[in-house]
């Protein structure tokens, strides 16, 4: 019987590739060191799982040649360098190892943290490389009694929020995706208002990188910062805005930053570098022995069920039996899944509990609907880091209830999928059913009776339902130079009117302020599909 063949691709650690040498079913090719070249043209097209890491791109060169490739295993988190959409289409799974580097990333921070309140690199330098002894150049501050504040309160966040606390720092946490009770179970403090934390001594960000977090700390958040504040970054790069940044620290309104991750890598001319008051790394976050040797094992490990069809662990596209369903379902799961992450982007706050609702023919796939809501829903706080592999494992893991029911079809539509979401802000309803096979339609939102396109960038507009609110809504987004595309309105029995408008451009935090100084305005939030 011959061997399953899989390739590592990039340099692992010793450990994972023992695990693959001593696996009896397993061919193991250790090319890390082959020119990518010969890699792609020679290696690659023998191999049935491959291993990369950040040096070898999944590109279209690369699937080219991956005529036999079924799994690629990324040892790492991060995906930046796999085409995913190339993959998904040749029916390749691709995988990641999200928890291997926790802790790395987390001591990584507090050096960092560390670094910048005593300066450790530049008087390092000043006496290892200029050889002078100046202590009265170098005094520092201390963490004790310094407020940290933490955007993202995940598994880095939370625990880097309980190492503060051993420093005994006065932490709180942001993060409108998880259960207060998080941080407050930590003797932690949770606030629901940003500007808590722009008031805070010392900012860290640990959220993934998504439409919502890319530039969430620009010019504007930094002029709300007290004078001195100390800005870390050891998440993704881009998450603070860098132009900002860079002012903010040449100003002085920033004392200090530690920045681990750039927008652009590698970040060799960065002009942060120029600067005097930031410690910088060249993306070390996993770079400890420890999380090499874990994600290694965890990689090879997930590899090797891959190669045997046993399971795909952190399958990022796997889909659900899809080539099992009939093709009228498919259609139904995305919008499924579309109306999950819309609602979680109006909402924008923890998630308790959701209910998914079948009538019709589509109700025998309640099961997989679940799964896909539940990634639509997710993804919005936990980009990557959920799919639908372990989507209701995390969402237990978070204390979320799913419930999945069946009901008559009394509703006028051939099909009918209903999501509900009820979080610490309050609850929603969305409703969508598909026409004519593949025409996706959002038929209802609460009480609204609508007809939407799950698609662009929606404003969702509720207000009291009184003459000149159509005029003032449309004069408030022209005045920020964008396009309406889509205007639609529902009403309901209480005077009440909701209107769902499609922009071409940018849906800013300004244009949802204006709009919510609107007398009739009862709430405004948006979503983008």
């Not at 691709?9 to 397993?26: E, M, N, S």
């Not at 890491?53 to 991956?66: G, H, I, Q």
């Not at 993306?283 to 874990?294: I, P, R």
Request: proline share 3%; hydrophobic share 40%.
């Amino acid at each position: 019987m011959s061997k399953t063949v899989v390739v590592v691709c990039d340099h692992i650690h010793q450990k994972g590739l023992d695990i693959l040498v001593t696996d009896p079913d397993i061919e193991m090719i250790n090319a890390a060191d082959e020119p990518k070249d010969k890699l792609v043209k020679e290696i690659l097209p023998q191999a049935t799982v491959a291993i990369t890491r950040s040096s070898t791109d999944v590109d279209e060169f690369f699937l080219e040649y991956a005529t036999s490739i079924k799994a690629i295993v990324r040892a790492g988190v991060g995906v930046d360098n796999v085409d995913m959409d190339g993959c998904s289409k040749r029916g390749i799974v691709v995988m990641n190892v999200p928890t291997a580097n926790t802790i790395a990333a987390v001591e990584l921070t507090m050096a960092h943290m560390l670094s910048c309140v005593r300066q450790f690199p530049y008087a390092h330098n000043n006496l290892k490389i200029d050889r002078v002894w100046r202590r009265q150049d170098w005094y520092g501050t201390e963490l004790k009694g310094k407020k940290l504040g933490i955007i993202g309160f995940g598994n880095i966040g939370s625990r880097v929020g309980i190492r503060a606390k051993a420093f005994e720092m006065e932490v709180i946490a942001y993060d409108p995706y998880i259960d207060s009770s998080k941080a407050t179970n930590l003797d932690i403090a949770y606030t629901e208002n940003f500007e808590d934390i722009l008031a805070c001594d010392i900012i860290t960000i640990h959220t993934p990188k998504t439409e919502e977090t890319i530039g969430m700390i620009g010019a504007d958040e930094i002029s709300k910062m007290k004078d001195g504040v100390i800005l870390i970054n050891c998440a993704r790069g881009g998450l603070y805005e860098e132009k900002a940044l860079l002012e903010g620290l040449a100003s002085g309104k920033i004392a200090m930053a530690g920045i681990d991750v750039f927008d652009k890598e590698p970040a060799i001319d960065h002009p942060l570098l120029d600067l005097n008051n930031v410690t910088v790394t060249p993306h070390l976050g996993a770079n400890t022995l420890e999380s090499q040797e874990n994600i290694a094992i965890q990689a090879s490990e997930n590899a090797i069920s891959a190669a045997k069809g046993i399971s795909y662990p952190n399958g990022l596209n796997l889909p659900i039996k899809e080539n099992e369903l009939p093709d009228f379902v498919r259609p139904y799961l995305e919008l499924t899944q579309k109306m999950g992450h819309l609602s979680a982007q109006i909402m924008r706050s923890a998630v308790k509990s959701i209910k998914i609702t079948a009538r019709g023919d589509i109700a025998p796939y309640i099961e997989s609907l679940g799964t896909f809501a539940t990634v639509g829903i997710l993804t919005e706080s936990l980009a990557d880091q959920v799919n639908y592999v372990n989507a209701e494992f995390v969402a237990k893991e978070r204390g979320i209830e799913i419930t999945k029911e069946t009901k008559p079809n009394e509703s006028g539509f051939n099909n009918k999928i209903t999501i509900k979401i009820a979080t610490q802000n309050g609850t929603l309803r969305i409703a969508g059913t598909v026409f004519e096979g593949t025409v996706q339609r959002i038929i209802e939102i609460d009480d609204y009776i609508v007809d939407v396109e799950p698609k662009g960038a929606m404003i969702f507009f509720r207000n009291t339902d009184t003459p000149g609110v159509i005029g003032d809504v449309g004069k408030i987004i022209a005045e920020h130079k964008l396009n309406i595309s889509d205007f639609r309105l529902g009403r309901d029995h209480r005077k009440q009117a909701l209107a769902v408008v499609r922009v071409d451009g940018v849906i800013t935090k300004k244009l949802l302020e204006d709009l919510s100084r609107l007398e009739a305005c009862l709430s405004a939030s948006y979503g983008v599909l």
